[in-house]
């Protein structure tokens, strides 16, 4: 399918997460029309193996594909930590990341950085390598924090369990002082209210959202398929119920969007062949 100016950004997620790069969107390029799609049937992605989340992101790139979207922003870090770099090479599709972008960020306001994530990401050190390779003199402690997706997706931002969870996560980065706290699953901006009480004032919070959307901006421009005109209204699918994903993403989009259910499109495991590895 040809790709235009009108052509709509796809965006993905395990679930709500990829809301809080949904709202980075609208506010920076309020002209781009936008696909959403939440793989609610099998999150959370943060506990998955990488071969599981590899797979998974192949899958909706392809259907994102058959859709005949102008680029893919990954909102979701575990998918770019683990998954990027494979399907950057299996398709012919602009496709972006949130690490890269948000350890960018993170140096630039301080040299004592934390990252909370999901285990995956975690184990992944997507962050630490982008971080170091960046600016060896930064230092990066990372917390995997696997209660923090069930919570949100239930919407119990508020519960004080959910502060309790989080004290107990944010405790080993406060011991090391760290100056900078880079939001590492697109999850955890939802929780800012409860992390302010935590944090000192002088840590300063990045949400990768922010600068992958930047990066959007101009990767867009230099193709010549920034959009000029006002956009369709996004439209919402899903691979688990639709309606639970319209009443649970209610709270963060201030309304009960439309939302679809589809089924993703088998994909093959590219097989790597032994005569090429011999
Ligand atoms: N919001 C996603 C991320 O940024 C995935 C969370 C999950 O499903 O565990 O990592």
């Not at 609208?26 to 506990?47: K, V």
């Amino acid at each position: 399918m040809r790709k235009s100016q009108d052509s709509q950004i796809g965006i993905f997620d395990s679930g709500v997460g990829g809301l809080t790069v949904l709202k980075e969107l609208y506010q920076q390029l309020p002209n781009e029309s936008i696909l959403y799609f939440a793989d609610t049937a099998r999150l959370p992605y943060g506990d998955r193996s990488p071969e599981e989340i590899v797979q998974f992101v192949r899958e909706i790139l392809t259907w994102m594909t058959d859709q005949g979207v102008k680029m893919v922003i990954m909102a979701c870090n575990t998918s770019s930590a683990l998954a990027l770099e494979s399907v950057q090479l299996e398709f012919d599709l602009p496709t972006l990341g949130l690490i890269l972008p948000g350890a960018r960020a993170a140096v630039q306001k301080g040299k004592r950085i934390g990252v909370i994530s999901t285990p995956a990401t975690a184990a992944s050190n997507a962050y630490r390598h982008a971080v170091e390779e960046i600016d060896p003199n930064a230092r990066v402690w990372q917390v995997g924090c696997p209660e923090f997706v069930p919570l949100i997706e239930q919407n119990r931002i508020r519960d004080p369990y959910t502060k309790k969870v989080a004290l107990n996560y944010l405790e080993p980065l406060l011991a090391e002082k760290i100056d900078t706290l880079i939001y590492g699953c697109t999850h955890y901006p939802h929780l800012e209210p409860v992390l302010q009480e935590i944090l000192p004032a002088k840590v300063r919070l990045i949400d990768p959202a922010k600068y992958v959307v930047a990066a959007a901006e101009q990767e867009l421009e230099i193709m010549g398929l920034k959009s000029t005109q006002p956009p369709i209204p996004t439209r919402f699918y899903v691979s688990g119920l639709a309606d639970k994903f319209a009443q649970a993403s209610r709270s963060w989009l201030g309304y009960v969007p439309i939302v679809e259910k589809v089924n993703l499109p088998v994909v093959q495991t590219p097989t790597i062949s032994l005569e090429v590895l011999e």
